[in-house]
């Protein structure tokens, strides 16, 4: 620990206050609490004048890092500007109570309604549930469909979903949480689905397929029409992991491609910030023949046109979530879709895989680029040569704190070795972009003159280097 990072602890002095409580000018009920509940001793708390304690507190938020003060390129998580009037829009409906009768919400009813139907005009869905409160919540959900459908089916040896090796780690975590096995399939040179491998892994168990797009490579999978195929013909359905939505909005759509049932992520694509774990909203889309299953309530139209909550289907998986979802989150989707129009979206997904190809290009002979074809929303580069200068990607992810950047995603996706996974998204204007490569080729730079300063990076940060090793094996989770 650097020094002037003072615990507030350290600070305090016995005696000094920042503020006084008036003289008790009422009898003391103090007597009235049962004898047990009393506190015994004086509480431990710090004692500071008014300015010691602003200063502390303004500093500790200073040494937070989020979008609003910083470039923040952490790849798969779309960490992109989020207009701070959609924030005080949802914050005009923070009075409404989500137990309300239907008849007394319908406004909100009617939003919930109009985001459903524009995510299925978006992704090409039947049917849309807002219920699910994250993305991988949305997978398990998603995945609930499947088996339901099987099921309701007799199929009931269909117990195996497929996955390949470039999915979002949280797709076969999902696939066994809603008690399904995993048959992984490792992707070709090319980085897609290694369609050989699909074909062989295919049977009379299979499920389903998990399929990322595009994927933590960073890719569009080149075979959609082929893979869909393969699993249909096989009596699997297509899942569809949407929270790299990002890049195709108004460009493709997944229910063109031939998937059944797909998640995206409201936090990443639609306007609410996230990483500080808050809310955050996955909605499930379903195609038709999965519509019998999705969770209860189901908002319906009546004959009046009123929005009414059904909760009346027997083949319903059940409840994911209480009432109605996360909806401050289904707000700010809602303002932000209606906002930018479907030309917009389209636009925002056309610059956010923009800016990703403009810094790989930028990279290319500095990194190393593993699969060097056009890219989409992001993009995963490696140290390349810098390794031989025993500089790695967790040196350069800290030699960036010191130059003012979030690092990016780092050692993920798992199948790139030393991979470094970029995303910059489409709120980010050229010069931020151009400042953010040059650090880049700055530490490259660095590393082949003078590795030792990058090895000793940060330097400006609180904490420099611990032991990782150690702070893992043998943590110290107290101050003193
Ligand atoms: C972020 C992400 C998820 C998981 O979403 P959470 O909201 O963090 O649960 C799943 N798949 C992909 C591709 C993602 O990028």
């Not at 509480?43 to 979008?67: A, C, I, K, M």
């Not at 089916?153 to 995993?182: E, L, Q």
């Amino acid at each position: 620990m650097r020094s002037s990072y003072k615990l507030i602890f350290e600070r305090s002095r016995e005696g000094r206050r920042a503020y006084d409580m008036p003289e008790l000018d009422v009898p003391c009920a103090c007597g009235t609490i049962p004898e047990g509940m009393r506190a015994v001793s004086r509480l431990d708390l710090p004692e500071l004048g008014e300015v010691d304690l602003v200063r502390h507190y303004t500093n500790l938020s200073r040494r937070n890092f989020g979008v609003d003060n910083g470039f923040y390129p952490l790849g798969s998580c779309t960490m992109k500007y989020n207009p701070k009037i959609n924030e005080e829009l949802a914050a005009m409906f923070n009075s409404v109570h989500p137990r309300l009768d239907a008849d007394m919400a319908q406004g909100c009813l009617r939003l919930m309604k109009d985001t459903e139907d524009m995510l299925c005009e978006i992704c090409g869905m039947d049917a849309f549930t807002l219920q699910p409160a994250a993305g991988a919540h949305g997978e398990l959900a998603g995945l609930m469909h499947i088996r339901a459908y099987h099921e309701h089916r007799g199929d009931t040896a269909r117990t195996t979903i497929i996955v390949p090796d470039a999915a979002h780690g949280t797709n076969p975590a999902s696939a066994v949480m809603a008690g399904f096995k995993v048959k992984e399939i490792k992707s070709a040179p090319d980085g897609g689905v290694d369609l050989d491998a699909l074909r062989a892994a295919v049977g009379s168990d299979t499920a389903g397929l998990m399929l990322t797009n595009p994927s933590t490579l960073g890719l569009f999978e080149r075979n959609i029409k082929k893979i869909a195929e393969i699993v249909h013909n096989a009596g699997g359905l297509l899942y569809y992991d949407g929270a790299n939505l990002n890049a195709i909005m108004g460009i493709v759509r997944p229910g063109d491609m031939g998937f059944d049932v797909m998640h995206i992520n409201l936090h990443k694509t639609f306007s609410t910030p996230h990483g500080g774990g808050g809310p955050g909203s996955g909605p499930v889309g379903v195609k038709s023949h999965l519509m019998p299953f999705m969770p209860v309530p189901v908002l319906k139209e009546d004959e009046d046109g009123m929005i009414v909550p059904d909760y009346d289907r027997p083949e319903s998986i059940g409840k994911v979530k209480s009432l109605y979802g996360n909806f401050g989150v289904i707000v700010k989707a809602y303002c932000y879709i209606r906002s930018l129009g479907g030309r917009g979206l389209k636009e925002a997904s056309e610059n956010a895989v923009l800016n990703a190809n403009y810094i790989m290009h930028r990279l290319r002979g500095a990194y190393g680029i593993p699969h060097d074809r056009t890219c989409m929303h992001e993009c995963v580069v490696t140290p390349g040569e810098l390794v031989d200068y025993g500089v790695h990607t967790s040196d350069i992810a800290k030699a960036l704190i010191d130059r003012g950047y979030h690092p990016p995603t780092i050692y993920f996706p798992l199948i790139v070795h030393e991979a470094m996974m970029i995303e910059p998204t489409e709120t980010e204007s050229r010069e931020t972009l151009d400042e953010f490569v040059d650090a880049m080729l700055d530490i490259a730079k660095v590393a082949k003159t003078d590795p030792g300063a990058i090895h000793a990076a940060p330097v400006t940060t609180p904490v420099g280097r611990p032991d990782e090793v150690a702070a893992a094996r043998k943590p110290i989770v107290k101050y003193w």
